[in-house]
Nanobody, 124 residues
Framework: QVQLVESGGGLVQPGGSLRLSCAAS????????IGWFRQAPGKEREGIAC????????YYAPSVRGRFTLSRDYAKNTASLQMDGLKPEDTAVYYCAAGLPRALSLQSNFYTNWGQGTQVSVSS
């Protein structure tokens, strides 16, 4: 059973940057893809980025494409989401999740294990 722990959230001004980390335990990197999701108050959970279980292929939602970069260290079993050009509408709780191997999907039903979330707030 894969367990995930997110870190790196915080308060940042518009235009600023944050780097979120997701540390996985209880499995090996090649067994699952990794996705990042976020949920703002009163809104549905949104899939924003994912990375494959094997070759580092990534896919991004239009809302973050060109601003966010997802990477993965397969040896250390970690994933990092670099967020640049942050906007107030990026404010949300951010979650990482482990999903089906060799899949690139932003649909939450592809993911079986979830972290506890980390708060990102973008405000001046």
């Amino acid at each position: 059973q894969v367990q995930l722990v997110e870190s790196g959230g915080g308060l940042v001004q518009p235009g600023g940057s944050l780097r979120l980390s997701c540390a996985a335990s209880g499995g090996t990197s090649n067994d699952y893809s990794i996705g990042w999701f976020r949920q703002a108050p009163g809104k549905e959970r949104e899939g924003i980025a994912c990375i494959s279980s094997h070759d580092g292929a990534t896919y991004y939602a239009p809302s973050v494409r060109g601003r966010f970069t997802l990477s993965r260290d397969y040896a250390k079993n970690t994933a990092s989401l670099q967020m640049d050009g942050l906007k107030p509408e990026d404010t949300a709780v951010y979650y990482c999740a482990a999903g089906l191997p060799r899949a690139l999907s932003l649909q939450s039903n592809f993911y079986t294990n979830w972290g506890q979330g980390t708060q990102v707030s973008v405000s001046s």
